[in-house]
């Protein structure tokens, strides 16, 4: 028999659902109707709420006027820590109904109306819902996708013939301005790999015509470089990946690029009188840099003949009180061989645009990785959307932001985010033992909150970057402490991202360290054959790619949280001390895989171990 909170009720009124009055002490309860992580469209008339309180309460529901009537329909509730999170699915939805909370602690009523807390819920205390209101439109291929990033000069040479002049040979300790001959052609001879470990998306750093081995500072947006093996090896790798059912990810910078990019090339010809001077903020003419030898590092004074040789802009050496290096035109962060171009000068903006719908029309790629989006004039992330649904309806749009991103994620922007705030939960509980059991569901339960489900799933996972170090270094070079933060990762909601060489352990610290050559003639890995196996059971089980995400029990060194679909519940487990661990967990389940057991609701883990069930 449900109990009386588990049963949706019908009301005669709504002024005192739970009796009068309310209490009205300042509890913290959060609702945000304009907030798709509090109320999220699913696109056939329902909606998923999620209400945030502080714990101690014991019941919720969402208190419902349409004009069928009143219901008062129960949340479930989630709690990790210092909040809770109820939630629920209601609808579909007809016309507009409206909403308020009833809540219990302690046996004493709460009201949540738009105001606040309230005594009670009167004429105007009820918020207002759009049956119109649009879903979350991420792919849905991308949510639950298993993305592998490819760094191209480090991953495999596979036509020597296009090495750039001067490169090393393949392993060499990494270095900022060495090229290694990795390729396009390489990634094709390797696809036979990550199709055995599950990838379903390959996210290749840019690889456009370039200087650098990174290629963030770009020259040429509509040609891939030739030491890549030009636009014909791009082309053959799509084909090659479609037909693998696997998806190709580009990234670009379209914040900024290198001096030899054409319009800023013009402007250093031109000057005032190019076409092309507003596509960039200068506010000093002629665009030059600034040194200031006798403040500078030894890397500057080594950088500065080569600036002018292939940048082609001229160098001032300056005296006096001022940055060791200073352009005079924007650019990111400082960096002289990196100008900004000006997004918000329509030509600059319709010419990026056109980059973006280029490849995805002529080459059939499946999305875009965009770099340091936060510090792009935030109205081009909507222009940009629109130009690449036009061409693909599930282009997948990933942006690059560190912390909260969720401005960016509101349904006319991106579709996710590489997810800094998971490498930075795993890296804190497993490599550096920051983080206890229960900080880690803590704070992973406030990440799950952040963002609407739909985002949550396509949201990119990672660990690991060429942006920072390797994480087994991090953890001290103990790959078991690897090992169990990518278990975490890939039984997580969300995309998990894999950094080509973590499934080979391959260590380093940061860039250039994080950039090493593939270790192919190295041996195999345990943590190669987990992610194949986990990768295949999250194709074959549906709740481990879509389902949600509930905590279960935390521990000094163990957590368990459980991923729901329907009546589907699967349960893990993670244990990172050396001896065996348990939590009490109600119920029993069955090993899927992994070392452990649940019976009579006693959850045990084996030491630096992990265990899936289900329940």
């Known amino acids: 028999m449900p109990s009386r909170a588990s049963r949706v009720r019908r009301y005669a009124d709504d002024l005192g659902i739970l009796g009068l009055p309310g209490d009205v002490s300042a509890w913290d309860l959060r609702f945000d109707i304009d907030d798709p992580s509090h109320l999220e469209p ?8 999620r209400l945030q309180t502080e714990p101690g309460f014991t019941e919720a529901r969402a208190v419902l006027r349409t004009s069928d009537g009143i219901t008062g329909v129960p949340l479930e509730p989630a709690a990790a820590g210092r909040f809770v999170y109820w939630t629920a699915v209601v609808g579909p ?55 592998y990033q490819i760094f191209p000069d480090r991953f495999a040479n596979g036509d020597p013939e296009t090495n750039p002049p001067g490169t090393v040979p393949w392993g060499t300790p990494p270095a900022s301005r060495h090229f290694q001959g990795g390729d396009l052609v390489g990634v094709l001879q390797r696809l ?56 190709i990810i580009l990234d670009a910078s379209f914040n900024h690029a290198h001096p030899r990019f054409f319009a800023f090339a013009d402007v250093l010809r031109r000057q005032k009188r190019s076409e092309y001077r507003d596509w960039f903020v200068i506010s000093d003419w002629p665009p030059r840099i600034r040194v200031r030898p006798r403040r500078a590092p030894q890397w500057v004074r080594d950088w500065m003949p080569v600036w002018e040789d292939q940048t082609g802009v001229s160098v001032e050496v300056v005296q006096g009180d001022g940055p060791p290096v200073e352009p005079t035109y924007d650019t990111w962060a400082g960096v002289p061989t990196m100008p900004r171009i000006n997004l918000a000068n329509p030509e600059a903006r319709e010419f990026m645009l056109g980059v973006a719908r280029y490849w995805l029309e002529s080459f059939d790629i499946d999305g875009w990785r965009m770099d340091v989006a936060r510090y792009v004039d935030p109205d081009f992330w909507p222009d940009l959307r629109a130009t690449c649904r036009a061409v693909k309806a599930d282009a997948y749009l990933l942006a690059e932001i560190m912390g909260d991103v969720s401005p960016w994620l509101k349904g006319d922007g991106f579709d996710a985010t590489m997810n800094y705030t998971f490498r930075s939960l795993a890296v ?37 970057s060429h942006d920072t170090p390797r994480f087994r270094t991090v953890a001290g070079g103990e790959l078991w402490r690897l090992e169990l933060a990518t278990v975490f990762q890939l039984l997580f909601p969300g995309a998990p991202g894999i950094y ?43 709740a481990l790619r879509s389902g949600s995400w509930v905590p279960l029990a935390a521990e000094l060194d163990l957590f368990a949280f459980e991923r729901r679909l329907g009546r589907s519940r699967y349960r893990v487990a993670i244990n990172r001390s050396d001896r065996p661990g348990q939590a009490d967990v109600p119920g029993n389940g069955t090993v899927v895989w992994g070392r452990g057991s649940h019976e009579d609701g006693r959850l045990r883990v084996d030491g630096r171990s992990a265990v899936l069930l289900r329940a």
Not at 442 to 452: F, G, Q, V
């Open 500 to 542: 080509y060489g973590d499934e080979f352990g391959l260590e380093g610290e940061n860039d250039p360290g994080c950039r090493a050559a593939m270790p192919w003639s190295k041996d195999r890995t345990v943590l190669e054959g987990i992610i194949a196996e986990l990768t295949a059971l999250r194709r074959r089980i549906p």
């Open 192 to 247: 036979d790999h990550l199709e055995r470990i599950g990838v379903d998306a390959i996210y290749l750093n840019p690889i456009f015509i370039s200087p650098s081995n990174h290629k963030y500072d770009t020259v040429d947006y509509m040609q891939v470089d030739p030491a890549f093996g030009g636009d014909e090896a791009l082309r053959r790798l799509v084909v090659a990946t479609h037909e693998r059912r696997m998806r």
């Open 42 to 49: 699913l696109g056939d008339g329902r909606f998923r709420l």
């Open 428 to 464: 804190r509980f497993f490599a550096t033992g920051e983080l206890d059991g229960h900080g880690l569901l803590d704070h992973s339960a406030r990440l799950y909150a952040r963002h609407p489900l739909a985002t949550t799933l396509a949201n990119h996972n990672l660990i690991g």
């Open 93 to 147: 939805f007809d016309e507009s109904a409206e909403l308020s909370f009833a809540l219990l602690i302690d046996d004493r009523p709460v009201y949540l109306v738009p105001a606040g807390v309230s005594a009670s819920v009167e004429r105007l205390d009820r918020w207002t819902i759009d049956p119109l209101h649009e879903p979350i439109d991420t792919p849905a291929w991308a949510q639950g996708a298993v993305i």
